[in-house]
């Protein structure tokens, strides 16, 4: 089976237009296509940013707001700055964009605009017939982004190809893969972030980035975010849409889909995570799905440096505790949305819980959502041994935590 | 002026105005359900209690003879306002209570008494009240009050047309071309993508956005232009502004800019609206900049303002537009909105801001498309706004009023075939003034294509006037077409439909909650995708789409008004100066401003100040440093 088409699809800067899009998105997905949503009101350096990340097929824009011809245009012309014209561009905006103006969008590399009253099932079966070839051999990028990406791209579609089943996670990292095996690599800490579904874990991811890059004047950080799908079918990854932080050129992200494996990750996870973790970056952060946390979705003695395990205050019951293997697992122990009423008995329950296993393990009380939240200080000093709240002071002693 | 920041009591952080909030929906979803007993039970006492009864036919008669007679073009005389035929107290409890009278509570046939109708010219002193016994037309003979009928609310004129292009001066000239030959100046304004988003035009990547699809404002100088030669404090003027993520910094600046043209003095005379609906922001239009909480807190900020210090402004406008046009069922649309409203309501109170200052400040904005729900949509809106009100929050009448502008379907209108769209319009008005909508807009069939441009602008303002002043419609007789047993029947199953939805914000703990669980924005997402797939199923007709298609491809000649690069960089290099000219003013100010919002208080008084000296990006960004940024919902 071949791996599924991966397209980025997104809204042009000051457009808040997205209800085409999301209906387009439902569309792709129910025929099989891996949809990565970058969201609204987004500028061209971040499209070509993500789609060069994500190394899509295709990007697929919607524009409302007029300015359609231009911004088409600095896309297109972005992608090929960087070499990376392989990918396509499409797109629609209902009535507002014109035959005359489709005629001077294709002139300028803009490759299908669709017009107002075309047929959600012709739009996806065009994207399925023209972005779903696997692409020619390409030649070797100097951009390290591109040159990873593409990597990232074999490695998942050699699973697919493959029809490994999910036991493969287990197996050893594949080292033929390993590129580059330059003097001064940096070692990346690779930090695991596991927990039950909308505990925070994405919110969370983001505001640790927000402080890794205002603390750090350089240096660069990886993420690797799954969202679940079933063999064969689409999915919508739409991590990066509510990542306002990690649209920077100093992350570098990509978005997963499960592919039918069970566990929170996907059977090539291991294999890419072992790329980053051999590249250039201070930190690789990997997120799973949220899922139950029956089982320990990390390797042992793998490549994660440090296991964190989100919580969400509203488990249920004292009983469902004990049933969380992560929570003997874990390094650090996140109860998030601790805003919420039932956080301090959370809190005190899962405490009780950790005292069982006489481990230095650590508990800590976060609101992700909350702008400046110093528990999300805290975590972040614990996982880079710096003071994230010496940082703040030097840099506005105005600004006080409450 | 000196404002006061803590007059209606102390402030509460945000979280804690969270905790226990936002959840009156269940009371007032009981409120309405009481309400609907409490009229059985005055119908079954009418029929049982005989005293009732007659009490309730004197008062049926009574109306009835009051009702004045209007005489149509053809001479064939009728009564200004029609009622039911029936004489059984217990059906004429069941009309009064249930419905009310139109400008009566329950409010269910209007706000006001008569609507749209003409002024009367000529007044016959008569009964129509056939069975009455008030047929002693002695009594009836009644002077009649000049005055009151002056008073009559007029239905706006179709003149308020939503303008913003390039710069202010670009827009400002055509603020005075549309309202050249007009005793009243009631002046939309729309703002750029930059503006809407609350950044400077000197922003990256935002240059080509400078002034395109609406007017650019950065500074307190750009919007003294804007509004240049009109007389802000003049009761003829009104001035309505369409943004509402950066809300309260463009409202201070209009304020500013007015003091500034015409000294402190003015401010209470301001007339306008502005939009700052934050809710509908997160669940469909987008434009939200601060998180949630922040944004609602800001809003609060400015009506605690407003209300105290701008009486006769509207410093919200809760829409379901914007819901309704992102694909909401109708339904859906009213739902929300209402429970928006009721969300707010509780956030002013909360504040400390009586319910009957800042009730009558309040507005609605619905949208009107061609499902049927929409023949009574606004009718039920208005019944349940009016009880939750009244039973719930303690308004008095002026706060229980639903006072609505309507605004035909956008996203009804279609490219193929798109004239169309003129009968689709048409057809939608036609349902708007059924729910007696004290204004609306009407919208242009080139809508798919671009700004409309003067012609089709002018074939839909003049739908207004076919139905409402040349067809006899709507100007003889209030009620002519409302209390059909079909209005009837659709009116009941929205009702019930509505409180569900209701039920099921509260079950998720609020509207707050609910928004930030993003349920409003997935239900809309999955209508939406329903609404296009039905399109392609054929199971949702669309003429010229689906059905009875040819083919043709008939466009309107699409003239794109783009903003030349000349005044881009105008409006870039005037930024600069004025950035330049107040950088250290600027700076302390944006501290100050900065130093108040950490400290939670009311923040509004000095974002009056930092206009003076700060553009709109500055002192967004700073107030992100603070508060942080909206993270968009999926
Ligand atoms: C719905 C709508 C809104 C909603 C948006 C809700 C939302 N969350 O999306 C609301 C009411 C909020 C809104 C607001 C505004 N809007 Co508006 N809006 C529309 C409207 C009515 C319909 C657009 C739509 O979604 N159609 C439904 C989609 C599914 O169908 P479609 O457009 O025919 O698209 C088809 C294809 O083109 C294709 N397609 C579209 N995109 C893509 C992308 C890909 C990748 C693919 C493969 C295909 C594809 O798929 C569709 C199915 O065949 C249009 C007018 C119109 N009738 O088209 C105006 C319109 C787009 N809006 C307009 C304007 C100006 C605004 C505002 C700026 C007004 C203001 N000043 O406040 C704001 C800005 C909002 C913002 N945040 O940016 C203008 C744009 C003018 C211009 N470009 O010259 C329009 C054209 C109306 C007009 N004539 O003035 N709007
Ligand atoms: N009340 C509260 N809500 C939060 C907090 N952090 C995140 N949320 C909300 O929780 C929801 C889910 O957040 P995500 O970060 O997407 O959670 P996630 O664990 O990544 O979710 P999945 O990847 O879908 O499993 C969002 O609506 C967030 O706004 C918090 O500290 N308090
Ligand atoms: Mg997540």
Known sequence: ?402 | MTVETKKYGAHRSPLQERSGLMNKLGQVVEAVEKYNQFVLDEVKRARADEGFGREVIDRWHETKSKTLVTHTPTGLPLPRLALPEIDEPGEIARYLFGDGLPGEFPFLNGVYREMYLEPIREIEAGSFGKNGEGGNAESKKRKIDKKKIDNQPKAEEPTRLFSGLMLAEDTNERFHYLTAHQRTHRLSTAFDGPTLYGIDSDADGVFGKIGEGGVAIDTVEDMVRLYDGFDLGSPDFSASMTISGPAPIIMAMYIAAAKRRFGPKVVPKLRGTIQADIFKEVQAQNETIFPTEASLRFLTDMVEFTTREMPRWYPISISGYHIGEAGSTPVQQAAYTLSNGFAYAEMFAARGIPVDQFGPRLSFFLDCGLDIEYIALARVSRRIWAIGMRDVFGAGARAQLFKLHTQTSGRSLIAAEFKNNLTRTAAELMLAYMNATNSCHSNSADEPFTTPSEEWIRLAAHGQAILLEESGIFKHTMNLLSGSPGMKAVERAVEKAILEEFREIERLGGVLAAVEDRFQRSQIQSAAHRYEQQIYDGTRPIIGLNRYRNGSDDIPEVKLTRTPRAKQKLQVDRLAKFKKKNAEKAKRALDKLADVVERGENCFSTLLEAVEVCSLGQIAGRLQEVVGRFRPMV
């Open chain 1, 1 to 402: 089976m071949p791996s599924p088409i991966r397209i980025l699809t997104a809204v042009p800067i000051c457009d808040g237009h997205d209800s085409a899009i999301n209906t387009i998105n439902l569309e792709f997905i129910r025929h099989g296509i891996e949809v990565i949503y970058l969201g609204y009101h987004r500028s061209v350096g971040d499209i070509v940013r993500a789609a060069i990340q994500e190394d899509v097929g295709a990007i697929g824009i919607s524009s409302y707001n007029g300015g359609h011809v231009e911004f088409f245009a600095e896309v297109v012309d972005l992608l090929r700055k960087h070499g990376a014209d392989d990918i396509k561009v499409f797109g629609g905006g209902g009535g507002t964009i014109t035959h005359d103006d489709v005629t001077a969008m294709r002139r300028k590399g803009v490759d299908q605009i669709f017009f107002a009253g075309t047929a959600l099932s012709e739009m996806a079966g065009y994207v399925r017939e023209h972005y779903g070839r696997p692409r020619k051999k390409r030649s070797p990028s100097k951009l390290r982004d591109i040159a990873l990406a593409r990597e990232l791209t074999e490695v998942e579609d050699s699973y697919a190809s493959r029809k490994r089943s999910t036991s493969n996670a287990q197996r050893p990292t594949s080292k033929g893969k390993i590129r580059n095996p330059q003097s001064a690599i940096r070692d990346p800490r690779v930090i695991g972030l596991t927990g039950p579904g909308g505990a925070g874990k994405t919110t969370l991811i983001d505001e640790l980035v927000l402080r890794y890059l205002s603390s750090e004047g350089k240096g660069r950080i990886a993420i690797l975010s799954h969202d679940p799908s079933v063999i064969g079918e689409g999915a919508l990854l739409g991590d990066r849409a509510t990542m306002i932080n990690s649209q920077d050129d100093r992350v570098f992200m990509r978005s997963m889909a499960t592919r039918g494996q069970a566990g929170g990750l996907s059977p090539a996870t291991h294999d890419c995570l072992a790329l980053l973790a051999q590249s250039d970056f201070d930190y690789v952060i990997i997120e799973t799905v949220g899922t139950g946390q029956e089982a320990m979705p990390f390797q042992k003695n793998g490549i994660v440096d440090l296991t964190v395990l989100v919580m969400n205050p509203d488990y249920g019951s004292r009983l469902q505790l004990q049933k969380i293997v992560m929570l003997d697992l874990a390094d650090i122990v996140v109860v998030n949305k601790s805003d919420l009423q039932r956080a301090r008995t959370a809190h005190t329950e899962i405490e009780q819980r950790l005292e069982q296993n006489r481990r230095a393990q650590r508990l800590i009380d976060t609101v992700a959502k909350r702008h400046r939240d110093p528990g999300v200080d805290r975590l972040f000093d614990l996982i880079s041994g710096k003071s994230v709240a010496a940082v703040y002071d030097r840099r506005n002693k105005k600004i006080r935590r409450s």
